[in-house]
């Protein structure tokens, strides 16, 4: 069982920075995704970032040249780089590894807020 543990969230001013870390328990270099996803407190679950196996990243549009989204997978660590923070990035982070097709599961952290003050 694959175990995810987000840290890093807090409250900064806009146009701050923060890093989001989420580390695993175990190797999962044998998965096929790994994103972070966001939720609001009015709408709902928004995919941020992910990569796959070959390393192709994509984001959301609304973060494009702000957020970068690292592995480490020597670390198990996937990060999450925000910069140039908006109020509306206030959100509940969530890390998320795809794992269906290699082990029939997808895992979840339990989330770390981050808070955007203007």
């Known amino acids: 069982q694959v175990q995810l543990v987000e840290s890093g969230g807090g409250l900064v001013q806009a146009g701050g920075s923060l890093r989001l870390s989420c580390t695993a328990n175990?190797?999962?270099?044998?998965?096929?995704?790994w994103a972070w996803y966001r939720r609001y407190q009015e709408t709902g679950r928004e995919r941020v970032a992910v990569?796959?196996?070959?390393?192709?990243?994509v984001y959301t549009d609304s973060v494009k040249g702000r957020f970068t989204l690292l592995r480490d997978n020597e670390k198990k660590v996937l990060y999450l780089q925000m910069n140039d923070l908006k109020p509306e990035d206030t959100a509940v982070y969530f890390c998320?590894?795809?794992?269906?097709?290699?082990?029939?599961?997808?895992?979840w952290g339990r989330g770390t807020l981050v808070a955007i003050s203007s």
């Open positions: 175990r190797d999962t270099s044998d998965c096929s995704g």
């Open positions: 990569t796959i196996s070959d390393g192709y990243t």
């Open positions: 998320n590894v795809d794992c269906v097709r290699t082990r029939g599961d997808d895992y």
